[in-house]
């Protein structure tokens, strides 16, 4: 059985920082990308990062470069979302989620998904 857990969210104010964590159990990280992804109320979801730890690929939206850093664990089987200067526009539920992934982490079916943090940032 595939399961994503979020942990790592809060408030914070503009300008600082998480990291999220996203421990993942039933998948492994040769086979499996891992994304994340936010909801902000009365929005669409949107990517925001991936990693496919095994092949050394990472991808960021516009919106993440430059301020997210996203990594994993293998040997504890999570992946972090480093977020630094946040801006309260970043104020949304974020999900992790996993996909069977031949390479990379763009252009597959993201299938398992976690239950959510949220992060709200305050002006």
């Known amino acids: 059985e595939v399961q994503l857990v979020e942990s790592g969210g809060g408030l914070v104010q503009a300008g600082g920082s998480l990291r999220l964590s996203c421990a993942a159990s039933g998948v492994t990280f040769d086979d499996y990308a891992i994304g994340w992804f936010r909801q902000a109320p009365g929005k669409e979801r949107e990517g925001v990062s991936c990693?496919?730890?095994?092949?050394?690929?990472?991808y960021y939206t516009d919106s993440a470069k430059g301020r997210f850093t996203i990594s994993s664990d293998n040997a504890k089987n999570t992946v972090y979302l480093q977020m630094n200067n946040l801006k309260p526009e970043d104020t949304a539920v974020y999900y992790c989620?996993?996909?069977?992934?031949?390479?990379?982490?763009?252009?597959?079916?993201?299938?398992?998904w976690g239950q959510g943090t949220q992060v709200t940032v305050s002006s």
């Open positions: 990693i496919k730890s095994s092949d050394g690929i990472t």
């Open positions: 989620a996993a996909a069977a992934s031949d390479y990379g982490c763009i252009g597959y079916d993201y299938d398992y």
